[in-house]
């Protein structure tokens, strides 16, 4: 019922920027946290960014002061602004709704998009 679409993706040097969206549809709660995670080859899922429903933001340490995301709630649209993108940024960047609801709790995720920076 519920589909996340990640965009975005691509190869860029070393340096660049990338903007990556997700798009959210179906049966999401107002009252979400929305979140940006990363795989790299050989390593664990890990969290990139959350924003919550009224805007309060988290970071991973490696790319505080890179990278930006932001929310628009009238389409549930997440975007993540990647400044100064580096190697190690490199991943399958994945899209994550956490719907909170008063029976309960839903997460969603969307397929990926890969992002690969050159050196």
């Known amino acids: 019922q519920v589909q996340l679409v990640e965009s975005g993706g691509g190869l860029v040097q070393a340096g660049g920027s990338l903007r990556l969206s997700c798009a959210a549809s179906g049966s999401i709660s107002s009252l979400n946290l929305m979140a940006w995670y990363r795989q790299a080859p050989g390593k664990q899922r890990e969290m990139v960014a959350t924003i919550g429903s009224i805007g309060g933001t988290h970071y991973a340490d490696s790319v505080k002061g890179r990278f930006t995301i932001s929310r628009e709630n009238a389409n549930n649209t997440v975007y993540l602004q990647m400044n100064s993108l580096k190697p190690e940024d490199t991943a399958v960047y994945y899209c994550?709704?956490?719907?909170?609801?008063?029976?309960?709790?839903?997460?969603?995720w969307g397929k990926g998009t890969l992002v690969t920076v050159s050196s």
């Open positions: 994550n709704v956490h719907s909170l609801s008063f029976s309960g709790a839903m997460d969603y």
